[in-house]
Structure formats: C-alpha cells, structure tokens
C-alpha cells in the first residue's frame, strides 16, 4: 500500500539557521507533491507543489526538492524566524487525482 | 467568502448520538472534500463533492457516516451513532474545480469532535 514517512521527532533549529523537512514514500510514482503547514487548532496551509518533472521549486525563503528515484521530498526554509513555528506536512495525490494521501507531519519549533 | 469556514468548532457528544458537522466552503469552488485528523496525524480522506454529487466516497469508514451537499455549495458530514474512535479533526477543504487534480485545496479551521 502507498505509504508516506516524515520525521515524527520535532525539528529543533535555532532562529537564522535553515530547517531541512524530509518526506519518504513508497509503493508510488506521484505526479506531484504537496507541502503544507499546520498551526494548532488550524486547518493546513498550502505551501508549494513540485511536479514530477521538476527537480526543484522556490518560493522566497522556501525550497523543495523532489527526487522521484530516492522518492524523496526535501523542505527547506532559509534564514528561519521564530514565526516558521509550526507543523509541516506533505501530500501526494492518490491515485493521480484530487484525494490527498498526507505523511504525519514534522514540528518545526525555532528558538531565538 | 474570505475562506472556508466550519461549524461548529467544537462538539462535545455522548456515545451514540447523532451528530453534524457543516462546511462552508469558498464561494465558486465546485469541489469539496471532508478528512479527518486524529492527534498526531496527517488529514484522512473521507469523501469528495464536485457539485452536489459525492464523487468519491472511498474513505469513509462505514455507513455510520454520510456527506450531503444538497446546492453544491454547503456541505454537512453527519454521524450516526457516534464511537469514541469517532472522536477527531474533521476538516472541510475546497477548491475551485478538481477536473485535472493538481488544485491548491483550502482547508478550514476543522470541528473538534469529542464522543464521551
């Protein structure tokens, strides 16, 4: 069955530094990857997507990468702030269509 | 609207009640899709509305739980004889029209769901 792995274990960095977030899957060939971020008590966040064919996406402090042969999603925010606190997960579309398959999430906590 | 928007935002019940949970969605966006969160979790997906018909309803455990979405526009998730496994996140999302996937769905803030 389709399986996606994140970290469980909460990402601690320090504020300035870069987080690097890592989404594993197995058992697919998605056509593309989401990564969202969740706040407590709120609903997620779209953040960016990645097609297949692309190897990397930027969105101001934001970076995705996505290696469909190591499947394989790195989430990057440079230079973090306290305010990236949050819960970051990513979704691959089931079945090629609309039904969004999310991984656990990761905690990322930024300390000053 | 200014966003997805659900009601209520927390519901307390007693095993085997009735329960109902309504999503607002964004005005013009045909689809709909109701998940659920338990803690600790990444959404689940339960069913997907374009228009007023459920397109898809794969993901919902069992027949305790029904989605109607009567205009195409407002839905509710209603739940029969509620469980405490019940008890979770539900979340609406929408987005403006699935035919062709790849749509940045919105989600909104989710209803609490707690079974005594």
């Known amino acids: 069955s389709q399986k996606i792995e994140q970290n469980s274990e909460a990402l601690n960095i320090q504020e300035g530094k870069t987080a690097t977030l890592t989404c594993n899957y197995t058992?697919?060939?998605?056509?593309?990857l989401q990564w969202y971020r969740q706040d407590p008590g709120r609903g997620p966040v779209f953040l960016l997507l990645?097609?297949?064919?692309?190897k990397e996406k930027r969105k101001e402090r934001l970076k995705v990468t996505f290696d469909t042969t190591l499947k394989q999603s790195l989430f990057h925010i440079t230079a973090s702030q306290l305010a990236d606190s949050a819960t970051y997960l990513c979704?691959?579309?089931?079945?090629?269509?609309?039904?969004?398959?999310f991984g656990s999430g990761t905690r990322l906590l930024v300390r000053p | 609207g200014a966003g997805v928007s659900q009601t209520p935002s927390n519901k307390v019940t007693e095993k085997g009640k009735y329960v109902e949970l309504r999503c607002d969605p964004i005005?013009?966006?045909?689809?709909l899709y109701w998940y659920r969160q338990s803690l600790g979790q990444g959404p689940e997906f339960l069913i997907y509305?374009?228009?007023?018909?459920?397109?898809?309803d794969s993901g919902l455990p069992n027949d305790r739980f029904f989605a109607v979405r009567p205009e195409g526009s407002v839905s509710t998730l209603k739940i029969q004889r509620t469980e405490r496994g019940d008890s979770a996140v539900y979340l609406c999302?929408?987005?403006?029209?699935?035919?062709?996937?790849?749509?940045?769905?919105?989600f909104g803030p989710g209803t609490r769901l707690l079974v005594l």
């Open positions: 999302a929408s987005s403006l029209n699935s035919r062709g996937a790849q749509e940045t769905q919105y």
């Open positions: 990645i097609r297949e064919n692309e």
């Open positions: 979704a691959l579309p089931m079945d090629s269509s609309y039904k969004l398959i």
């Open positions: 058992n697919y060939s998605p056509a593309y």
């Open positions: 005005s013009g966006h045909t689809a």
């Open positions: 509305f374009q228009g007023t018909g459920a397109a898809d």
